[in-house]
């Protein structure tokens, strides 16, 4: 067979000179026998792999990037349709191609290409073969071992392939699963991430909870499993939050933009899409939005989700009666993911993404259960106290409402919760100068020259409440301002 490159593909080859010994190795060529977009590419060059990746840049008009010159690894970022393409030049790892695609870690992803002649597929440890057959498969008996930060992207590869894992690669998996506290934050973080990236999250979590993997990354939540709950949940703590995370995963689908009229078939799916769908287009940006490159709030929301109920354990009480409590479970999950998001090395704003999410998930249901719909100045309060995260918030308070029951879900508490959320949305998205941040009618300086103040915390506590005041549609206008200001002095 003679392959039929993409593109981009033909086009280093071109600003290369024909007799260049070069591979495309790994991923893109699974992805290229699989007919799947490929955004990352991998070629393998003997020697001078900089070089080469500085003379592909230079010919594409693109970025390029010297990634470790020491082991002579190069990078260059393509701009493509709004997509940012990485190609990655590296030498051999090994004396020859053949030893360099042993040294890999599955048979599916060690083939590779010699783009000098396109009429045969490298393929020394039958990886197109475990391919065709879904299966999961070690390259070698010490491909785990050798570096633990594999096992999580053995589990990738199950999940996005829908792929069964060899008998002997999950034996190996296991044992190579402990040694993943020893694997750089960073190496650990961004494989993390991109499993994050991949369907079916919470089956992988699932996997890597048996295979050990958890405790040795996230400790705090290896000790989820059992910690039983009270009615109306369905399930302890550990089951929940795996619900929770694939209800995340399905509402974000869900509210897409891609979104698919057939995706919404049952009830309960019907019933998020009435109520909530009008906001798709604006969610599905948000969503899709990187934090920092190669990292969205997707993602960071299910990380959130994983860990919304992560101090739960230490929450826990009993009452005299039996029932199950876990008081202020909330702001001690905030310092457990704020501390894992640390020791993970996430920038700041993410720290403030998990921070503010964990520690604020419960408020949209507790506006629920007044019974009546979300006042103008509780909605204020919510948004001022979450910020811009409280519209991600909403969508994790729904996915943590559903998680809590099993197949009976109640239709018209879903209904209920729903409509408190749709509020919320709808002062963001739509009223966002008269309900969540409504411009104010005086100034501090205002405030100093009518009333004689003198600068001081005092100022601020008026014009919060002022701002407030108009917030609830009980502050109209300059002079109705004034009276709010003056009554709280006089109070």
Same mark, same amino acid.
């Given at each position: ?379 204020? =309060?919510?948004? !001022?106290? $979450? /910020? &811009? ?6 969508? #994790?308070? *729904? %996915? ?66 002022? =701002?407030?005041? !108009?917030? $609830? /549609? &009980? ?6 301002? #004034?009276? *709010? %200001? ?6």
């Amino acid at each position: 067979m003679t392959f039929s490159l993409p593109p981009l593909v033909e086009r280093v080859r071109a600003a290369l000179p024909n007799s260049q010994e070069i591979y495309l190795v790994g991923g893109a060529v699974r992805d290229l026998l699989l007919d799947k977009p490929i955004h990352d590419f991998d070629f393998a060059l003997p020697a001078k792999a900089v070089a080469a990746a500085r003379q592909v840049a230079k010919s594409l008009g693109a970025a390029f990037y010297p990634l470790d010159e020491t082991r002579d690894v190069g990078r260059v970022i393509v701009e493509q349709g709004g997509r940012r393409i990485t190609l990655d030049f590296i030498v051999l790892q090994g004396a020859d191609i053949d030893a360099d695609l042993a040294a890999r870690d599955l048979t599916i992803n060690a083939m590779g290409i010699d783009l000098r002649h396109l009429d045969a597929l490298l393929d020394p440890l039958g990886g197109a073969a475990d391919l065709k057959d879904k299966l999961v498969r070690a390259a070698s008996p010490g491909a785990f071992g050798a570096d633990p930060v594999r096992v999580l992207r053995a589990i990738r590869m199950a999940a996005t392939f829908n792929m069964r894992i060899e008998k002997d690669t999950r034996l190996a998996l296991r044992a190579a699963a402990k040694k993943l506290d020893q694997v750089s934050s960073e190496r650990l973080r961004d494989e993390l991430f991109r499993l994050f990236q991949a369907p079916k999250l919470a089956t992988s979590l699932r996997a890597l909870e048996l295979l050990g993997a958890l405790e040795a990354m996230m400790p705090e939540l290896a000790v989820l499993k059992g910690v039983e709950q009270s009615e109306p949940h369905a399930f302890d703590v550990w089951e929940h939050t795996l619900q929770v995370v694939d209800k995340v995963e399905r509402l974000v689908a869900l509210l897409s933009e891609d979104y698919a009229p057939e995706g919404a078939r049952d009830l309960h799916s019907g019933l998020v899409v009435l109520r909530l769908g009008r906001y798709r287009s604006q969610l599905s940006a948000r969503l899709a939005r990187e934090v920092v490159p190669g990292r969205s709030r997707r993602e960071l929301l299910l990380l959130a989700a994983l860990f919304h109920d992560a101090a739960k354990p230490a929450a826990r009480s009993v009452e005299a009666g039996g029932r199950i409590r876990f008081i202020d479970h909330e702001n001690q999950g905030a310092a457990l993911v704020l501390r894992r998001g640390k020791a993970l090395h996430l920038s700041k704003g993410e720290l403030d993404y998990l921070e503010t999410a964990v520690r604020q998930h419960g408020r949209p249901f507790a506006l629920t259960q007044t019974g009546a719909a979300p006042t103008r100045r509780a909605i204020y =309060r919510f948004f !001022r106290e $979450a /910020g &811009e995260m409280g519209v991600d918030i909403c969508l #994790l308070s *729904l %996915a943590d409402f559903m998680g809590k029951y099993g197949a009976e879900l109640p239709q018209d508490a879903l209904a209920e919760h729903l409509e408190t959320l749709r509020a919320l949305l709808e002062a963001y998205f739509e009223k966002m100068d008269q309900v969540v941040s409504p411009p104010t009618l005086l100034t501090g300086d205002d405030l100093m020259g009518e009333l004689h103040l003198q600068p001081g915390p005092k100022i601020g506590v008026i014009l919060e409440a002022l =701002r407030e005041g !108009r917030a $609830a /549609g &009980e502050v109209r206008d300059r002079a109705e301002a #004034l009276a *709010l %200001a003056r009554s709280l002095l006089d109070g």
